[in-house]
């Protein structure tokens, strides 16, 4: 397992923990200690409360958090923003609402994974959050989830023979690949295909991605990947 790492940011860094799934106790300490805004979206508070942290705000309609933690944590000072239980959208969308209102330039979610709906629900907001100028990411242990919205170039910091997956979405990507086994120039990722899930890390440091067309979603086998940009003139 790796641990969240520790690049530098200029903007507010908001980690919000849902109410999914949690297999590394130690990993997610060391994930909320590197939050400028630490929220919890429901049952993510649980969790958290579980680990003795007290986030800023818990956010929902608290119909998965218990009772005992919820008073936990009022008695610790921690804010309650409470919404309808019927509503039109889901509790991580309005704690992610919550994080940029105090100012949240970057997001990470986690315990994002697990039920394919919530996951899937989850790469909606990252695709809302990218379309706002708001670099945002899925993370876990071993995970780290991103989309890239055209025209967008990064590099990736994980270890040779990471597993690195894309996925055209919508339609058909083009995109150029370096420093990966299966390395493509100007590549057309089809949005009904699998051409893009499965490859791997040549060299550390070497991999890096460019998308020329399209929206991806970008996954690596690491959970501190945090998808830097290239600087300009690094792109080709």
């Not at 990993?27 to 049952?43: F, K, M, P």
């Not at 370096?178 to 791997?200: I, K, M, S």
């Not at 929206?215 to 998808?227: M, N």
């Amino acid at each position: 397992m790796t641990e969240p790492g520790s690049e530098v940011r200029t903007r507010p860094l908001a980690v919000v923990f849902l109410d999914g799934e949690y297999h590394d106790p130690g990993w997610h300490r060391g994930l909320a200690a590197r939050a400028d805004i630490l929220l919890a979206a429901d049952g993510g508070a649980r969790f958290l409360a579980h680990l003795g942290l007290t986030p800023a705000a818990v956010i929902g309609d608290f119909d998965s958090l218990d009772e005992a933690t919820a008073e936990t944590l009022r008695t610790a000072g921690v804010e309650f923003v409470r919404h309808p239980v019927r509503k039109d959208v889901t509790d991580g969308e309005l704690a992610v609402g919550e994080a940029l209102r105090r100012g949240a330039g970057e997001v990470l979610l986690a315990g994002a994974t697990g039920a394919l709906d919530h996951t899937l629900g989850h790469l909606a907001i990252l695709r809302r959050l990218v379309s706002r100028g708001i670099a945002a990411r899925l993370v876990a242990p071993d995970l780290a989830v991103t989309v890239l919205v055209a025209p967008a170039a990064v590099a990736l910091g994980a270890p040779a023979g990471a597993r690195v997956s894309l996925s055209a979405v919508g339609e058909a990507a083009t995109v150029t690949l370096t420093g990966l086994e299966y390395p493509l120039e100007g590549g057309v990722l089809p949005a009904d295909a699998c051409l893009g899930l499965g490859n791997h890390v040549a060299a550390a440091g070497d991999a890096r991605i460019v998308l020329h067309e399209g929206t991806v979603v970008l996954l690596v086998d690491r959970g501190d990947e945090s998808f830097p940009p290239l600087a300009a003139g690094r792109e080709e």
